[in-house]
């Protein structure tokens, strides 16, 4: 089966760290980009960004909202995609959702996990 | 880059169809014929219902369609039924800067 499964989430105080883990299983993670979106609570949905397979540079795109703060990367030796979110805002606050990217869509979608940013 | 504008909600009875727009620029949806449609049941992950304007994934009902005239794209639900109540966002890309632009998000309610 399928499947993507996010962790990492949390409660953490503003300007603080926070990596979130996204682990793959039931298809060869390597071929594939992987992207990352959020959802406030009660807002709609955000793409954070993408990186790219292996094959096409492994190099990554960002939200404005998130540039320069969000950084993600990939271990296709262990099928994880990571979202490390430095200097976290109130506003960073959401379920972040990690997605296959099967170009040009998102096909297949984790559960989330809720990042609380809150003094 | 400014969210796609979408109807806060869109309601009918079982068996009816409905439509839902999304309206953008010359920027996104006028330029790319590349809008997605995801369905998001309370407190569930966003499910791919309609890809590439019109395109329905292995295991999505017929009873969706998606089309596409100038910058507005829609998303009709023929046959309704009670599983269809959920909310629905749709997404187009929008070029090399911004990536991709979501639609406000329209919740649909089966009376």
């Known amino acids: 089966e399928v499947q993507l499964v996010e962790s990492g989430g949390g409660l953490v105080q503003p300007g603080r760290s926070l990596r979130l883990s996204c682990t793959a299983s039931?298809?060869?993670?390597?071929?594939?980009?992987m992207s990352w979106f959020r959802q406030a609570p009660g807002k709609g949905l955000e793409w954070v960004g993408f990186?790219?397979?292996?094959?096409?540079?492994?190099?990554?795109e960002y939200a404005a909202s998130v540039k320069g703060r969000f950084t993600i990367s990939r271990d296709d030796s262990k099928s994880i995609a990571y979202l490390q979110m430095n200097s976290l805002k109130t506003e960073d606050t959401a379920v972040y959702y990690c997605?296959?990217?099967?170009?040009?869509?998102?096909?297949?979608w984790g559960q989330g996990t809720m990042v609380t940013v809150s003094s | 880059q400014s969210a796609l504008t979408q109807p806060a909600s869109v309601s009918g009875s079982p068996g009816q169809s409905i439509t839902i727009s999304c309206t953008g620029t010359?920027?996104?949806?006028?330029?790319?014929?590349?809008v997605s449609w995801y369905q998001q049941h309370p407190g569930k992950a966003p499910k791919l219902m309609i890809y590439?304007?019109?395109k329905r994934p292995s295991g999505v009902s017929n009873r969706f369609s998606g089309s596409k005239s100038g910058n507005t794209a829609s998303l009709t639900i023929s046959g309704l039924q009670a599983e269809d109540e959920a909310d629905y966002y749709c997404?187009?890309?929008?070029?090399?800067?911004?990536?991709?632009?979501f639609g406000t998000g329209t919740k649909v309610t089966v009376l």
């Open positions: 997605t296959r990217v099967q170009p040009p869509t998102f096909d297949i």
């Open positions: 039931g298809f060869t993670f390597g071929d594939y980009a």
């Open positions: 990186i790219r397979s292996k094959a096409y540079g492994g190099t990554t």
């Open positions: 010359s920027s996104d949806v006028g330029s790319y014929n590349l």
């Open positions: 590439e304007g019109s």
């Open positions: 997404c187009s890309y929008a070029g090399s800067s911004t990536y991709y632009v």
